[in-house]
C-alpha cells in the first residue's frame, strides 16, 4: 500500500465528455520530450526470479517540486510469464549506477485495468509504492496470480525535496515472483480502500486541532484479509478499519515517525497466521483516519488515508464492468491527471479548487 499552475474544470470536463482521454491503460497518451517507448521497460531477471518495471531516464534537480519535473506519462508493460507475485521493492539509481534516495519518489503505482478493486468497481491497484515503503514479502505459501502478456500500466510521480541534483535517475519496481510447481501458492489478490472513497480527491484540508475522515463500503465477494498496511501523512494520529455491522474493530495502527515527528512508514498487520480475518457483502466496513494538526491553520492537502492489504476470495472474483460510471470516472481522470503532470500542469491540491479531481495518482 502510496505526490503545482492552476487548471480550469472545462478541462476535465470536456474530457469526460469527449472521451479525448483513453479509457484503456492500453491507449496511453506520450509525454513531453520523451517517446512513451523510452519511460518504461520490462525485464524478467530469471536468477532473480523478479519482473523488473523500469521506469525513466529522468532529470532531478535539487530542491524541485513535482510540477518542475519532466513527469513520465501512463505506461503499460506485459507481464513477461504466468508467475505468482511474492513480494516487491523498489529501487532508485542515477545514470552512474548510484543509488538515489527514495524520498525523491512521490508515488508508483502498477494498475490492472482489465480487473476490479475488492470494494470499488474501479480498476484493480496490484501495487502501490511511496517514499517510506519498505521491501515487503508474503509466506512462500501465498502469492498474487499474474498471466503472461497481462498488462500493467505503470503511473509514478517524481520530486526532489533534496539539495541535491540527480541526473538520468531510474526507478526499479522490482516484484519478486514464483513459479507452479509440486507445491502451488495460493492465489490472493489485492485490496485497496482509502478514507475519501475510490472516485474522486485523495489528500484533504487539516483543520485546526483532531479531525478525522471515513468512508464506509462492502466487498463484493467474500473472503478472508490476511495482511493489511497503509498510507498516512504527518500529523496522522491512528488509522482504524472496523466492521460497523458487528461494532468491532477489526485494525488499529499509528505512524511510525522519525526523529523530527514525521512519517516514516506504517506498521503492518500480519493475520495470516490465525487464518485471515473474514469479511463479507452482507456486512458494512468502514475505514477511519484521525488527524491532531498542532499549527493554528488549516493544511490545504495536508491529510489522507489509505489502506492496502492481501484478500483471500471464498469463490470467483466480480468481473469487470467496464461501463461502471465510477470505472470509467476513475480511469479517465488517472490518464488526464498523469497527461498533465508530464505537460508541466499543477495537478496538486489547490488546483483541486478548479475542479481537477484526484485519483490518488
Not at 181 to 207: A, N, Q, R, T
Not at 284 to 296: I, K, M, S
Amino acid at each position: 500500500m502510496l505526490s503545482r499552475s492552476s487548471v480550469s474544470s472545462s478541462i476535465l470536463v470536456l474530457a469526460l465528455i469527449s472521451g479525448s482521454v483513453p479509457a484503456s491503460a492500453q491507449e496511453h497518451g506520450a509525454g513531453v520530450g520523451q517517446e512513451p517507448a523510452e519511460w518504461l521497460q520490462v525485464i524478467n531477471d530469471v536468477d532473480a526470479r523478479e519482473f523488473v518495471f523500469i521506469v525513466g531516464p529522468l532529470d532531478l534537480p535539487a530542491g524541485a517540486g513535482h510540477h518542475m519535473i519532466e513527469q513520465p506519462p501512463i505506461q503499460t508493460g506485459a507481464v513477461p510469464e504466468d508467475a505468482y507475485i511474492t513480494g516487491f521493492e523498489i529501487q532508485l539509481r542515477d545514470a552512474s549506477g548510484q543509488p538515489v534516495p527514495q524520498r525523491v519518489l512521490h508515488h508508483v503505482n502498477l494498475i490492472d485495468f482489465d480487473h476490479r478493486e475488492l470494494f470499488s468497481p474501479v480498476a484493480r491497484r496490484l501495487f502501490a509504492a511511496g517514499s517510506e515503503t519498505q521491501p515487503a514479502a508474503m509466506p512462500r505459501i501465498l502469492g498474487i496470480p499474474v498471466s503472461a502478456g497481462q498488462q500493467l500500466a505503470v503511473s509514478a510521480m517524481f520530486h526532489n525535496p533534496t539539495g541535491e541534483s540527480y541526473s538520468g535517475a531510474r526507478l526499479y519496481v522490482r516484484l519478486k515472483y514464483r513459479k507452479e510447481g509440486w507445491f502451488f501458492p495460493i492465489g490472493v489478490y489485492p485490496v485497496y480502500i482509502d478514507v475519501m472513497g475510490h472516485v474522486g480527491e485523495k489528500e484533504f484540508d487539516l483543520p485546526p486541532g483532531r479531525s478525522e475522515r471515513s468512508w464506509e463500503g462492502s466487498p463484493a465477494v467474500a473472503g478472508r484479509l490476511l495482511a493489511v498496511g497503509g498510507h498516512l501523512h504527518d500529523n496522522a494520529v491512528v488509522l482504524r478499519f472496523e466492521d460497523v455491522t458487528e461494532g468491532k474493530v477489526l485494525w488499529e495502527t499509528g505512524p511510525e515517525l522519525d526523529g523530527n515527528g514525521q512519517v516514516v512508514g506504517v506498521p503492518i498487520g500480519k493475520f495470516w497466521w490465525k487464518g485471515g480475518i473474514g469479511l463479507t457483502p452482507k456486512h458494512t466496513y468502514r475505514l477511519t483516519v484521525v488527524y491532531d494538526n498542532p499549527a493554528g491553520e488549516t493544511v490545504p492537502g495536508g491529510g489522507m488515508g489509505v489502506l492496502g492489504g492481501i484478500f483471500k476470495p471464498s469463490g470467483e472474483w466480480p468481473a469487470l464492468d467496464p461501463d461502471d460510471p465510477d470505472y470509467l470516472i476513475n480511469t479517465k481522470t488517472t490518464h488526464l491527471r498523469a497527461e498533465m503532470r508530464a505537460m508541466g500542469i499543477d495537478t496538486s491540491h489547490g488546483a483541486h479548487r478548479h475542479g481537477v479531481q484526484d485519483e490518488g495518482l
